[in-house]
C-alpha cells in the first residue's frame, strides 16, 4: 500500500523531524497552521484512531503530552491545539495527531484552519531543532 506517512517513516521522503521514537515519529507539518505545528504518526500503518491498538494509545498520547510541552518550552507559545482528524477532513489516511502552538489572538477560529508557509528548508529545520530540543525524556 502506498502511504505518504509510511514513505516519511521509511525515510524515502524527506521530512523535519521533531520526535522518533521505537513507535513514533513526530515531523513538521508542511503546511502549518502556525510554524512549529508537528504531525505525531504511530510507525504501524492504521488509518484512525479507531484502528490504534490500546496498548499504543498511551504512548501517543503521551507524546502528545510532550510536545504540547515542547511548543511551549521551545518555540515560546501560549499554549497548543491538539486533534486528530478521523475519515472526514483527513486528508492522509494515515493517523497523526496534530499539536499546533497557540497563542492568544492568532485568529485561529472554529474549524477553519489557515495555512501559512516556511520562508525555507533552514527555517523549518530550525523550527524543528526548537521543538527537538524542548521536549522531555520519554517516560522509562
Ligand atoms: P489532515 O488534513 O488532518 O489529514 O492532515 C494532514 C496534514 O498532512 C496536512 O496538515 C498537511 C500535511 N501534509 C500533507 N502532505 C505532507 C507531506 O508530504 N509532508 C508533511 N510533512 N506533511 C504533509
Not at 11 to 38: I, N, S, W, Y
Not at 39 to 48: F, N
Not at 78 to 103: D, E, I, K, Y
Amino acid at each position: 500500500m502506498d502511504c505518504l506517512f509510511c514513505r516519511i517513516i521509511d525515510g524515502a521522503l524527506p521530512a523535519q523531524v521533531v520526535l522518533d521514537e521505537p513507535f513514533l515519529l513526530g515531523f513538521l507539518d508542511t503546511r502549518p497552521v502556525f510554524k512549529g505545528h508537528v504531525l505525531l504518526v504511530p510507525k504501524i500503518h492504521v488509518h484512525t484512531l479507531v484502528d490504534l491498538p490500546a496498548e499504543l494509545l498511551p504512548v501517543v498520547m503521551g507524546a502528545a503530552q510532550r510536545l504540547a510541552r515542547a511548543v511551549v518550552d521551545g518555540l515560546g507559545a501560549q499554549g497548543s491545539f491538539v486533534a486528530v482528524n478521523n475519515v472526514v477532513s483527513q486528508s492522509v489516511p494515515h493517523l497523526h495527531v496534530h499539536v499546533v502552538p497557540r497563542t492568544k489572538g492568532d485568529g485561529l477560529r472554529g474549524f477553519f484552519w489557515p495555512r501559512t508557509k516556511y520562508a525555507s528548508p533552514d527555517e523549518a529545520q530550525e523550527y524543528a531543532a526548537r521543538l527537538a530540543g524542548a521536549l522531555p525524556a520519554p517516560p522509562e
